[in-house]
């Protein structure tokens, strides 16, 4: 499986955006996973889903304004991202791992990595 992350660009304080990460094979066997590295910082888990969606998880710095959803006609992972604040400005990857549930948080278990798209939120 092969990942491209789309979506990212220049938006105001409170605005949204809709990043996509879409496969070239299937996901069916996989858990994707949203990550971000903002400058100078380590990148961060964001969001994490079972392509079947039966379970999702969230950072707590992003929880009530970021959704992970499934576009099946796409094949694609979708991060719709509302609210967004300056301090959510980083270069977003989206990964797969078959890793168990528990350790879904964990980036050093995720084995195939999107090239990143950037999202810049302004004051």
């Known amino acids: 499986v092969q990942l491209q992350a789309s979506g990212g660009g220049l938006v105001q304080a409170g605005g949204s955006l809709r990043l996509s990460c879409a496969a070239s094979g299937s996901l069916s066997s996989y858990k994707v996973g949203w990550f971000r590295q903002a400058p100078g910082k380590e990148r961060e888990f964001v969001a994490a889903?079972?392509?079947?969606?039966?379970?999702?998880r969230y950072a707590d710095s992003v929880k009530g304004r970021v959704t992970i959803s499934r576009d099946y006609a796409k094949n694609a992972v979708i991060l719709q991202m509302n609210s967004l604040k300056p301090e959510d400005t980083a270069v977003y990857y989206c990964?797969?791992?078959?890793?168990?549930?528990?350790?879904?948080?964990?980036?050093?278990?995720?084995?195939?990595w999107g090239q990143g798209t950037l999202v810049t939120v302004s004051s």
């Open positions: 889903m079972t392509w079947s969606g039966g379970n999702v």
């Open positions: 990964a797969t791992t078959r890793i168990v549930w528990g350790e879904i948080e964990n980036q050093q278990r995720y084995g195939v």
